[in-house]
C-alpha cells in the first residue's frame, strides 16, 4: 500500500480522488494548502505527490520549492494535476522537472480518473 499526499484545495474534487485512489489501493493524505501539504509530509512521508498548482496564501509553485528543500523528499515523484492550461509552461517546464522534480503534469480538464491512477502506478513501478 503507498502512501499518497493530495494537495487539492477543491474539497469535493478532492474527495472524489481520496475515493477513488483508496480504492485503487492507495492511502491518501489530503492537504488544501502548501502549508498543510509540508505538514503532512513531514507528518507521513509520502511515496508520490499530487499537486494542483493553483492554491490558496503559496502557489503549487512555493510547495514545490519548500518540498525539494528536503534531503529526504528529493526522491519522491510529484505528478502536478492542474486546471493550469499545458501552455502556460512554455519556457519554465524544464525548471519544473530538473529543478522540481515534476515527474509528469496532467491537465485536469483532460484526465481521467484512470489516466491519473495509470500514472501513479507508473511511477511507483519504477520508484520500487
Do not use: C
Request: proline letters at 5%; aromatic letters at 8%.
Amino acid at each position: 500500500m503507498n502512501q499518497i499526499l493530495l494537495v487539492e484545495p477543491d474539497y469535493k474534487l478532492a474527495r472524489i480522488y481520496k475515493k477513488a485512489l483508496e480504492e485503487h489501493g492507495h492511502t491518501v493524505d489530503l492537504a488544501n494548502t502548501a502549508q498543510t501539504g509540508v505538514m503532512s509530509a513531514d507528518n507521513q512521508k509520502p511515496d508520490l505527490v499530487i499537486l494542483e498548482l493553483q492554491l490558496v496564501e503559496h502557489s503549487g509553485i512555493e510547495f514545490l520549492y519548500e518540498f525539494r528543500s528536503y534531503n529526504e523528499w528529493q526522491g519522491i515523484p510529484v505528478i502536478v494535476h492542474s486546471q493550469v492550461p499545458p501552455g502556460e509552461f512554455n519556457g519554465s517546464w524544464q525548471v519544473l522537472t530538473d529543478e522540481l522534480g515534476v515527474q509528469e503534469y496532467m491537465y485536469k480538464p483532460k484526465t481521467s480518473l484512470k489516466q491519473l491512477t495509470n500514472k501513479i502506478d507508473a511511477l511507483l513501478a519504477v520508484k520500487v
